[in-house]
């Protein structure tokens, strides 16, 4: 198991009479793509600011890279990288300016090859209000990464992007990590957190629900898996249940059935295809979603 780069236990931070993050603890490993998921005013952007060092926690212990963010701030800022939920620059400033604007406040140079990687080149003489929201997110994201960090924060970064802006910076972040950085992703888009996290937490109401890969944090749900069938005879009748499952409904041809054990269902319905001499035209296996998962738990809360 790799190590530790960022590790909360028991944060709290309060704002006035109202707490926003009661008693979250967290460990994201070295390397890994970590997703940071909850409903609105769960506490996500509260608790990565005080990874950041941008707000300081009423209670709690917090260590990123080896540092304390509030009282080792200079140190951290060399090795952290961040994309801010809503990040912006001055409307004139030239992409080329920002970008040297940023080496300097780091005292560095940008990696080799950054510019071409997030497609800036032909960008460096454009105004920061001519971008589009795409290209200034594969700023902003740059930026980020000018200082060569350990870690990098990335609260909402796809947020407002088309499809296809989309994909490119999920791109991106893959080969972040494929360069042993360390991702830490806040952000409301199941689907996103499925395909580029190693492990995510989801956040209800101050504390940590529940962590895992995205696949264990499915499985422990109460959601059945969905088996939609067509048979080549149609030997099988409408509404007929099978062990440890429900049926649910036939639409065009197809029957459909709930289970929660997927392999003794499957072996179930084969038996009976069989025993009709009939044969599967198309089956079809749908395993609960993260989403499911999450609205679950948001409604259990």
Known sequence: MSESIVSIQNLVKRYSAFTAVNGAD???RRGEVFGLLGPNGAGKTTTLECLEGMRRADAGHIRIAGCDPFREASVLRKKLGVQLQSSSLPEYILVGEALELTEAWSSGSAPEGLIEEFGLQDLMKKQYRQLSTGQKRRLNLALALVKNPEV?????PTAGLDVQSRALLHDKIRKIRAQ???VLLAT???AEA?????RIAILLNGKIAVCGTPEEVTAAGNQETRIRLRTARGSLLPGSDLSGAAFVREKDGYLEWKCRDLVLTITELFRQISDREDSVDDLRVERPSLEERFLELVKGA
């Open 26 to 28: 967290l460990e994201v």
């Open 152 to 156: 990098v924060v990335l609260d909402e």
């Open 180 to 182: 042993g950085v360390t």
């Open 188 to 190: 409301h888009d199941m």
């Open 194 to 198: 499925e395909d580029l996290c190693d």
